[in-house]
């Protein structure tokens, strides 16, 4: 087929062009036309969107950005078309990707974002189009005119919806990777410690440094109490945390902290309690009357049981709550549930542990002249709960006194109910009067005996009594007649002895192996005292900690007990304030003696001869020394008891046979001889001529025992001063 000459080529240009110009023209005219009337237009798109997507009209924020950029777009797109601009020469409006990125805070889908632009190009479509035909009856030209509006609004419908998503995503995806961070921090800063008002503090800290404005944590009265199935008919709550605090805020808060709040039925406090579920809330106010643009409500859950409930609100930041935003606030309030009840089970657990190690440790010092005592116990301040440490002081016969210090090992309920089976089978043990090897040797059996049977119990389990059945102790008697000493110690530290001018030594003693190992001996060691030493037994939590080892422990106990002080209490303070934190690692027990003599005018000494006529020497000697001490009264009652012990000495015992009267707080009447023979109480028949001796005695005397040394027996019986001679003493 012929191609038609060059002169014909263009005019056929020409005349498209002039064609094409006069379909730019018309849609120009028709684009000025609406853009005059662009209100209406821009209402027509308005109404489609709220009829096709209703969502974005739910809160004012997103709604008044979607209308910003219903109304720019349609403008800046007119405008375009009036001036026959190119599709990729029409400029979006300035603030078009800036909203883009607002409305991914809000939380809007990136779908639905597209489909508002195809809704909103499909409206504007139909009305150019249908404007067209208004302006000419030219078919072609009106033709030609709706491809070029088409192709026209197409193009810059990609256009900028291309970059409002590019936008969008960026958005999007900075705000996905803000949210990890802010997980991964809730992780760190969150739960450091087991105190349920600081790690509930610490959810409201981070919570109001990036996320929002106001944060309150209550938590429900009776889950810090310990109860996990807390719902009754009123859900009462406990204000714990707050941020920022009521100082740095323009509003006081509406509950004090730890203040009792009832909430309100049907509040979204109470539905978030009752159901375990969040809620998202628009245009709210917070409970201080404070205007409140969006609130998330969050419950505390861990392990099944709900604590409480976090509020997290939005007053100063414009950007609302979106389900995104109720994720992440779940995500973080999970962390913190977890935390807040390892917490509280800690701090019941603590709770249960010291009041049990408390009621087990000695409430008063008891009664007796043989040393001036002080002592202070301290639970650990850490993580590490209460332990097992304790001190006992404990008095026996013979105006004696044993001061006692052991640390069990570990912590917890276990640590201190070992604790106080040791502290039982202690005091037992001193009531037979064993030597302190001795008692520690029995003791150490009473160690090993719970492990030896959990290991023979096949439905037990063995490693719950490891860490615990281990344990170390000084046992110390203190004998104020002859001013010695008698200590032995099972793998514990020594005690420290503060001479009258002040001198500090830490005593030298047989180690001695920890109690629970089993099969090795104890060693004792015996001291003089002078009269008004100091001794010091304390447990290891004392000397040892983080920043320093045992020695310098030990030096700086030894210059905090050289300083002079009025007072043992005084003394026990100085002590603990020179080597103790606020929050010790370890517990610590702390016992402090000065001891006492008992002199020449307080204790008379006679050897008897193995004789039975020495009975009635025995006799006058303790009636002449009752009356050189003013004791006249109790001399028949004396005589009597004096008389029954010093016959059994001389009967069933052997030489040397002593007397020995010690006036204390009362009479104690001692008769020893060298026999091991213990001598037994026994109810006499009618018939008998003997046996009602020790029975007589028992009448008698307060208390009553046998006490046994290497070579020997001391059979004694304490008398009051204000005792009378029972009149059912010869009875039967």
């Known amino acids: 087929m012929a191609r038609p000459p060059c002169g014909a080529r263009a005019r056929i240009r020409r005349t498209v062009d002039s064609v094409d110009d006069q379909a730019d023209r018309l849609v120009a005219r028709v684009a000025r036309e609406l853009g005059a009337r662009a209100d209406e237009l821009i209402a027509d798109v308005e109404k489609a969107l709220r009829r096709e997507l209703p969502a974005l009209w739910e809160t004012p924020e997103i709604a008044g950005t979607v209308s910003q950029n219903v109304a720019e777009y349609i403008v800046t797109g007119l405008s375009g078309l009036a001036s026959s601009a190119e599709p990729e020469l029409i400029e979006p409006p300035p603030a078009a990707l800036e909203r883009a990125r607002r409305l991914a805070r809000y939380g809007m889908s990136l779908a639905t974002m597209l489909r508002a632009f195809r809704l909103a190009q499909g409206v504007v479509l139909d009305r150019l189009i249908g404007e067209l035909p208004r302006y000419t009856a030219d078919a072609p030209l009106v033709s030609r005119a709706t491809r070029y509006v088409i192709a026209t609004t197409t193009g810059y419908v990609d256009r900028t919806s291309e970059q409002d998503v590019a936008a969008f995503q960026e958005e999007r995806d900075r705000r996905r990777q803000w949210r990890l961070a802010m997980v991964n921090e809730a992780g760190v800063r969150i739960g450091t410690t087991l105190d349920v008002a600081r790690t509930t503090q610490e959810l409201a800290d981070l919570a109001a440094e990036r996320f929002a404005d106001v944060v309150t944590v209550d938590l429900l009265d009776s889950a810090l109490h310990g109860e996990d199935t807390p719902f009754t008919d009123r859900l009462v709550v406990r204000r714990i945390a707050r941020a920022p605090a009521a100082a740095r805020d323009a509003r006081p808060p509406s509950a004090a902290a730890w203040q009792l709040v009832t909430c309100v039925d049907g509040s979204p406090t109470a539905r978030a309690l009752a159901t375990g579920r969040p809620t998202r809330h628009q245009g709210d106010r917070s409970p201080d009357g404070r205007r409140v643009h969006s609130t998330l409500v969050v419950p505390l859950r861990a392990r099944g ?11 100063r930041n414009p950007d609302p709550y979106d389900d995104e935003d109720l994720l992440l606030a779940q995500e973080i309030a999970a962390r913190a549930a977890v ?40 639970p650990a301040g850490g993580q590490a709960g209460v332990g097992g440490d304790w001190y006992d002081v404990i008095p026996l016969s013979g105006a004696r006194v044993a001061l006692v210090v052991g640390d069990v090992v570990g912590h917890g309920i276990h640590a201190a109910a070992t604790m106080g089976r040791l502290r039982t089978a202690v005091r037992t043990l001193a009531d037979i009067d064993l030597p302190p090897d001795e008692l520690l040797t029995h003791l150490d059996d009473v160690v090993l ?22 344990a170390t102790c000084l046992y110390a008697v203190y004998d104020p007649v002859s001013r010695r000493c008698t200590l032995a110690r099972a793998g514990h530290v020594p005690p420290a002895l503060t001479s009258r001018d002040g001198t500090v030594e830490l005593l030298e003693l047989p180690p001695g192996p920890p109690l629970g190992l089993g099969g090795l001996p104890f060693e004792a060691t015996e001291v003089e005292l002078p009269e008004g030493s100091l001794i010091a037994l304390f447990t290891d939590g004392l000397i040892e900690a983080r920043d320093h080892d045992v020695d310098a422990g030990l030096t700086r106990l030894r210059h905090a007990l050289a300083r002079p002080e009025t007072s043992l209490e005084a003394i026990c303070d100085t002590v603990l304030e020179a080597m103790l934190p606020d929050r010790p690692d370890d517990d610590v027990a702390l016992l402090l003696a000065r001891t006492r003599a008992l002199g020449a005018r307080q204790v008379a000494t006679w050897d008897l001869d193995a004789d039975p006529a020495a009975v009635a020497r025995a006799r006058s000697l303790v009636s002449r020394q009752l009356g050189d001490w003013g004791l006249e009264e109790l001399g028949f009652t004396a005589e009597l008891v004096v008389s029954e012990l010093a016959t059994n000495a001389i009967r069933y ?28 109480q026994r109810r006499a028949r009618v018939s008998d001529e003997g046996g009602r001796g020790l029975l007589l005695v028992a009448r008698l005397a307060e208390h009553w025992g046998t006490r046994h040394a290497r070579r020997g027996k001391t059979v004694w019986a304490e008398l009051s001063e204000s005792a009378q001679f029972p009149a059912s003493a010869f009875a039967g």
């Open 339 to 378: 935390a807040v009840d390892n917490a509280r089970r800690y701090t019941h657990a603590r709770a249960t542990a010291l009041t049990l190690q408390r009621s087990l440790l000695p409430r008063h010092a008891p009664r007796q002249s043989a040393v001036e005592v002080a002592y202070r116990y301290l």
């Open 449 to 470: 005996r719970p492990s030896g049977e959990a290991s023979g119990d096949p439905d037990g389990d063995p490693d719950e009594y490891l860490g615990e059945t281990g």
């Open 305 to 315: 049981s709900t604590l409480g409930v976090a509020e997290f609100r939005r007053h």
């Open 653 to 680: 015992g052997r030489p040397p046979i002593r007397l020995r009267l010690i006036h204390d707080r009362g009479l104690l009447c001692e008769v020893s001889d060298g026999s091991n023979t213990t001598p037994h």
